[in-house]
């Protein structure tokens, strides 16, 4: 059994140690060994600060390949990268350009997306968008995107792109989902296997006037996509979401919302005009905030069905 988390644990590595992004992938489940060198780099190599995330880019219709290997090695080692446009960038091909050029080509566009595939998010009272919160200036609890997606439409990536701030909140919460995993492991492989059962969490059929518009959807927390790497589906929120009746998925599910509640791994950020983050669907949430009326709040999503392109890493994962 690996050693609960520490601050001596979390440490930052020693001068000269290496905590190279392309060594970030777990290996067997079963190889105990294997395992806890995985988890003493992935510890010693995490980001300390959203500022450690960052990275200025002159025009993201065409990064130069040193803005791009800068994003590629953030998104390999800590799953996310943040960038910042030299200039305010208001223009959604370019957005969708920057995307592409990390890997993100298949846009899943859902029933509430705009024409092009992304987001508008927005306040949106009165409008049948504005019945879903992060359409309106409420916070949003943890959660990784997607996750009332089937299985073959999981969300492995996301892009979130500020057009303009709020005036007051809007500030982000990300967790990489491995340090999640990390956490849930210590604790209790019992309880990480209760998180793997294709029957862990079921969101349940969204129905409309025309009847059911989405069926229900079964599914496990933790999954090993089949590039090997390693997925999370998950939301904190308590309403239309049922989880597995058994002792081993409600003690897990307890320990996942206090280990969101605190934590030292957790980053925060407010996006600012011009910045964004790209991402491999981490764990994030959203405080309220206060628009102002003459310039609203307003950041264009993207989901897609592709992780964002990253060196090999040395071993994929498996379910053992």
């Known amino acids: 059994m690996n050693p609960p988390l520490t601050a001596a644990a979390c440490a930052s590595p020693a001068p000269g140690q290496q905590t190279s992004p392309e060594r970030h992938a777990v290996p067997d ?52 990268a943040i960038y910042r446009c030299r200039d305010a960038v208001a223009d959604k091909p370019a957005v969708l350009a920057l ?116 069926a229900a959807q079964a599914g496990p927390v933790f999954s090993i996509g089949a590039g090997g790497a390693l997925h999370m589906r998950y939301t904190a929120r308590t309403r239309s979401i049922v989880w597995k009746d058994d002792a081993a998925t409600r003690e897990a599910v307890a320990f996942l919302e206090r280990f969101l509640a605190d934590n030292p791994f957790t980053l925060r950020l407010r996006l600012e005009p011009g910045m964004g983050l790209v991402a491999n669907n981490v764990l994030h949430d959203r405080s309220g905030f206060a628009d102002d009326p003459a310039a609203p709040r307003l950041l264009w999503r993207a989901r897609y069905l592709d992780r964002v392109d990253a060196p090999a890493p040395e071993a994929a994962w498996r379910s053992g």
């Open 99 to 214: 995307a592409r050029q990390l890997g993100l080509r298949r846009l899943d566009g859902n029933w509430l997306a705009d024409d092009d595939g992304l987001s508008s998010i927005a306040v949106r009272d009165g409008e049948p968008r504005g019945e879903y919160i992060p359409y309106t200036t409420r916070p949003i609890k943890w959660h990784t995107d997607g996750y009332y997606h089937p299985d073959g439409r999981r969300i492995h990536g996301m892009l979130l792109h500020c057009v303009r701030a709020a005036a007051a909140g809007g500030v982000n919460a990300l967790l990489d989902h491995e340090l999640a995993y990390i956490a849930l492991r210590d604790a209790s492989p019992r309880w990480l296997g209760a998180l793997m059962a294709s029957d862990a969490m079921t969101i349940p059929a969204r129905t409309d006037e025309g009847g059911v518009a989405r």
């Open 29 to 80: 489940l079963a190889d105990a060994q294997a395992y806890a060198a995985w988890r003493e780099r992935k510890l010693a190599g995490r980001a300390r600060s959203a500022a450690e995330l960052q990275v200025d880019i002159g025009d993201p219709r065409a990064l130069t390949p040193d803005e791009r290997q800068a994003l590629l090695q953030r998104c390999a080692r800590w799953n996310m």
